[in-house]
């Protein structure tokens, strides 16, 4: 029911030494940990997408001001074609198009070098209810990259399925107290392993 009226809230000054509270992605986890306790979860947090026209530059700046290493490349539906990644805008794949093409660095569009949709693996959210930051880590080696998705079935709006979220390789290091500064997927699990050894 609606208020008739409203009183206004009572402001005190701030205190000194007050410090922002961060979020929960970077609250300590362990190998056993609950996976999705490690999980970006799109109910609570938006997704970044772009369009398969943007320039790899655009790309990178996306995923610089909103803190991603992997953007969600949409159709004027929304629905997803693609996969961008950090190491596609700047790793080898730009190069090796060049090489073949010819041009110029800035004339790549994200198109070009995303991962399409018939190509990206999911798992799905019953599987990772029952799945453990260990298990996630495994799964991320075993297939070779920094990021997973997570679908489940869209049970509002027919059964297909909907991206629910995503698991980062550096996302989990930071988590688990591994500092991670390097888009190489085989380095950053030598990097996780070995910290995780040595602690």
Sequence with gaps: MER???RPLSPHPLKSGAVCRQPSTYLAARLDTPAIEVMTDFEHVSPVTIGPEATL?????????RGVRLLFVVDRLGAII???TARDTTGERPIKMIRERGGKHSDLRVEDVMTRQE????????????ADVGHI????????????????????GGGGEVVRGIFSATNIGRRLGVPIQTFEVA????????ALASG
């Design 4 to 6: 008739a009226v409203y």
């Design 57 to 65: 530059a655009q790309a990178t700046n996306a995923m610089i001001a």
């Design 119 to 130: 190509h990206i693996e999911a798992l799905t959210m019953e599987e990772v209810l029952h």
């Design 137 to 156: 880590l495994e799964t991320l080696k075993s297939i070779g990259r920094q990021h997973a998705i997570v679908v489940e079935s869209d049970m509002a």
């Design 187 to 194: 380095r950053t699990f030598a990097d996780i392993e070995s």
């Design 82 to 84: 693609g996969l961008i």
